[in-house]
């Protein structure tokens, strides 16, 4: 099993989820994130004054799959939430090494 971390785009969330479900993914979670990449933020002008913003509103969708959907869902999460300008998002993947649903207590595969 691995799991999938990927930073996105906030407005890509809803295409990057559809995808996701056309694939045969459903469960995952989303947590609103900031940060900065390469692009290290922007600057703007409020009230007359500039100033740096140095993190920017990202979106984190995490999910768990067996190993056969892994590269499926990471083409999937690329297609659908890539947009071509810098900012874009990054994946990360990472091996699990158990899981377990608490409801019945099954476990790894059986679990996610």
Not at 3 to 24: M, T
Not at 28 to 53: A, D, L, N, P
């Given at each position: 099993m691995k799991k999938i971390e990927a930073i996105i785009k906030p407005f890509k969330l809803q295409e990057v989820k559809d995808a996701l479900s056309e694939i045969g993914i459903h469960g995952?979670?989303?947590?609103e994130v900031k940060g900065f990449g390469r692009q290290k933020g922007h600057t703007e002008i409020y009230r007359g004054s500039e100033y740096t913003v140095d993190f920017l509103p990202k979106v984190k969708?995490?999910?768990v799959l067996p190993d056969n959907l892994v590269q499926q869902a990471i083409d999937t999460i690329i297609k659908a939430a890539k947009t071509g300008k810098i900012g874009d998002g990054k994946i990360f993947i990472s091996a699990v090494a158990e899981a377990y649903r608490i409801?019945?207590?099954e476990r790894d595969e059986n679990a996610v």
């Amino acid at each position: 099993m691995k799991k999938i971390e990927a930073i996105i785009k906030p407005f890509k969330l809803q295409e990057v989820k559809d995808a996701l479900s056309e694939i045969g993914i459903h469960g995952m979670t989303v947590t609103e994130v900031k940060g900065f990449g390469r692009q290290k933020g922007h600057t703007e002008i409020y009230r007359g004054s500039e100033y740096t913003v140095d993190f920017l509103p990202k979106v984190k969708i995490e999910t768990v799959l067996p190993d056969n959907l892994v590269q499926q869902a990471i083409d999937t999460i690329i297609k659908a939430a890539k947009t071509g300008k810098i900012g874009d998002g990054k994946i990360f993947i990472s091996a699990v090494a158990e899981a377990y649903r608490i409801r019945t207590g099954e476990r790894d595969e059986n679990a996610v």
